[in-house]
């Protein structure tokens, strides 16, 4: 599976960006999918994970950063919201493992995208 995630960029506290995933062939729509993100120097973290019928969001993010789909396009987004320079990272998309719960591993998810790399900064 070759995920593909976009939209990345720089922005400034309290600005808003939304990330694609987009699949290719794969269909997207009978799977999980998560994002996750990885700062300089800290290890890989969970942010959002959407199934069938639930979404999670890590208590980072929650209120702030929706996941959604769209399955005529093949695509899962994460509109971010109300940026924080903490936010900073480089995030990717994951699928291959159901949505279990707000605290995501990704040692459970089998394939990723090539991540984007999004900076708050003024």
């Known amino acids: 599976v070759q995920l593909q995630a976009s939209g990345g960029g720089l922005v400034q506290p309290g600005g808003s960006l939304r990330l694609s995933c987009a699949a290719g062939?794969?269909?997207?729509?009978?799977?999980?999918v998560a994002w996750f993100r990885q700062a300089p120097g800290k290890e890989r973290e969970g942010v959002s994970c959407?199934?069938?019928?639930?979404?999670y969001y890590s208590d980072s993010v929650k209120g702030r950063f929706t996941i959604s789909r769209d399955n005529v396009n093949n695509t899962v987004y994460l509109q971010m919201n109300s940026l924080k320079p903490e936010d900073t990272a480089v995030y990717y998309c994951a699928t291959g493992a159901p949505c279990r719960g707000p605290n995501m591993d990704h040692h459970d998810f089998g394939s990723w995208g090539q991540g984007t790399l999004v900076t708050v900064s003024s």
């Open positions: 959407i199934g069938s019928s639930i979404r």
């Open positions: 062939r794969f269909t997207l729509e009978y799977w999980s």
